[in-house]
């Protein structure tokens, strides 16, 4: 048996395949290329439902003269294809228009340039914006926020903006140091230069006078930016997007942006979301549950979070609000940390507006204070000197304690806590997992886009298609596609 012919009866045991040169008779329509199920429906009927001029949309009533445009509902479903199926550059949904039948089904067959696609995410932030949020009171009106508990929790998403092109005054006077050293450096090479051959010298040192000019130029540049620096409200200044800020993370620091969401912990829908560019979460709580609230339009909300979102007046603010905050509060205790008695040792009694310590004996109310804009009270009593446990207490001559005025909405928070001790597995098992899908989904870079309007414009969209594609696994393809066109 020859070769050819033992390789054809090798290949007789594997599916083959149609040759490329036999003629085929293809579907007449591209509608018989798409499913009645497939997901690129649900993006069209979607679409179709919004009144797109409502929602801020520019380019729907079009122009008297001039060339034609593209009407924003087809640039929109392009976008929202795009971003299910994590193709979120404008020059690679340009390639696929041409070539991927799906979006030639989508948008008729047109094919925008990637100018064209990119200048619609620019221009509509306020209508994309509104797209995500209509999609949540779609959620709401099927009755999917039964409820009315959300979990909170921020993540740090990075910028189109190196860390090197990013400064601080630290960072930036230990690059001028570094500078400094460098130049000093060769200077002293030059030096060594000179006592060598002639041949020698004059290349070595032409070559360190190159680099030493170069590092004179950048120190010019650095002094430039030392100006700009001092002239901003936070000190810090990014170069190439100058939204984006130097934010601290477990690892080492990034140069991002962090993104807030609240997620409804029953379907893990993100019912609310915002980008701000400050690292510390701990003045969004109130902000974050309130827009909770508003999206999913119930009066009662109980809104989880963790630890670094404590904040006196935040929780406050959600208590005067009608809304439940469940947050664990921060150890910060050098007492403890030192092996002596916590603050937690000290029971207070309300009716005698006094504290009981661990020797038994009563702390009473001595002033009040304004610290940091907050009212206190500080209780300590005047037998501390002679405790026999007073090294277990303090090194000072008394333990004094400090009370907050609103300390009782505090106490009272803690007490749902410890009834409900599984609410931080809740949290965790509702909040994070949408973060690592949505980062696994943007790639290592993250966002695309530069400065803060704009990424949170593109933050909508990624939030769209997350939330689209939990609605698909809840209700499946054919259910969601019926309910929208209910």
């Not at 179709?48 to 729907?60: A, I, M, N, Q, S």
């Not at 122009?63 to 087809?74: S, V």
């Not at 070539?99 to 696609?117: A, H, Q, Y």
Request: glycine share 6%; proline share 3%; with cysteine.
């Amino acid at each position: 048996m020859g070769i050819l012919q033992a390789w054809l009866v090798v290949m007789k045991r594997f599916i083959e395949g149609q040759s490329r040169t036999q003629s085929a008779l293809l579907p007449a329509s591209i509608d018989d290329y798409v499913s009645d199920t497939n997901p690129v429906r649900i993006v069209d009927v979607f679409v179709d439902e919004l009144d797109l001029g409502k929602l801020g949309f520019t380019g729907v009533d079009p122009a008297d003269t001039g060339r034609p445009a593209y009407h924003p509902a087809i640039l929109l479903k392009l976008y929202i294809y795009g971003y299910l199926n994590r193709i979120q550059s404008s020059r690679r949904l340009e390639r696929e228009a041409q070539r991927n039948v799906e979006l030639m089904w989508l948008t008729g067959c047109l094919s925008p340039d990637f100018k064209t696609i990119a200048n619609f995410r620019k221009n509509n932030s306020k209508g994309i914006r509104g797209v995500c949020r209509q999609f949540v009171g779609l959620c709401r009106e099927l009755g999917l926020f039964t409820e009315t508990m959300v979990a909170i929790d921020g993540s740090k998403f990075k910028a189109v903006n190196n860390r090197d092109r990013n400064f601080t005054s630290a960072k930036l006077q230990r690059r001028m140091e570094e500078i400094e050293s460098s130049i000093d450096r060769y200077l002293v090479a030059m030096d060594t230069a000179d006592r060598q051959e002639p041949s020698v010298a004059i290349v070595r040192k032409e070559r360190l006078q190159d680099k030493i000019a170069i590092l004179k130029m950048r120190m010019k540049e650095l002094e430039a930016i030392k100006i700009q620096l001092d002239n901003t409200t936070d000190k810090q200044i990014s170069l190439t997007d100058p939204d984006a800020r130097s934010m601290k993370t477990r690892g080492s620091g990034m140069v991002g942006y962090n993104v807030q969401t609240a997620v409804d912990t029953k379907h893990h829908l993100i019912v609310a979301h915002e980008v701000i560019n400050t690292g510390s979460d701990r003045d969004q709580l109130s902000t974050m549950a309130k827009h909770a609230r508003e999206a999913m339009g119930t009066q009662n909300l109980t809104a989880i979070a963790d630890r670094g979102y404590f904040k006196g007046e935040e929780i406050l603010a959600c208590h005067e609000a009608g809304i439940t905050p469940m947050v664990p509060k921060t150890t910060t205790s050098s007492a403890k940390a030192d092996g002596r008695f916590d603050r937690a040792d000290f029971i207070y009694d309300a009716e005698k507006n006094e504290y009981a310590c661990p020797a038994g004996e009563r702390l009473i109310w001595r002033y009040a204070s304004i610290e940091r804009g907050l009212e206190s009270h500080r209780y300590w009593s005047s037998r501390c000197s002679q405790c026999e446990i007073k090294e277990k207490c303090t090194p000072s001559e008394q333990r004094r304690v400090t009370r907050w005025v609103h300390e009782d909405v505090l106490e009272a928070m803690q007490a749902r806590m410890d009834q409900m001790p599984d609410s931080m597995r809740i949290r965790r098992q509702t909040v994070e997992h949408p973060f690592g899908t949505l980062k696994a989904w943007m790639g290592a870079t993250h966002f695309l886009t530069r400065g803060l309007e704009r990424v949170r414009t593109e933050m909508s969209l990624h939030i769209l298609a997350y939330n689209l594609k939990r609605m698909m696994s809840l209700m499946g393809n054919a259910g969601l596609i019926a309910a929208m066109k209910a």
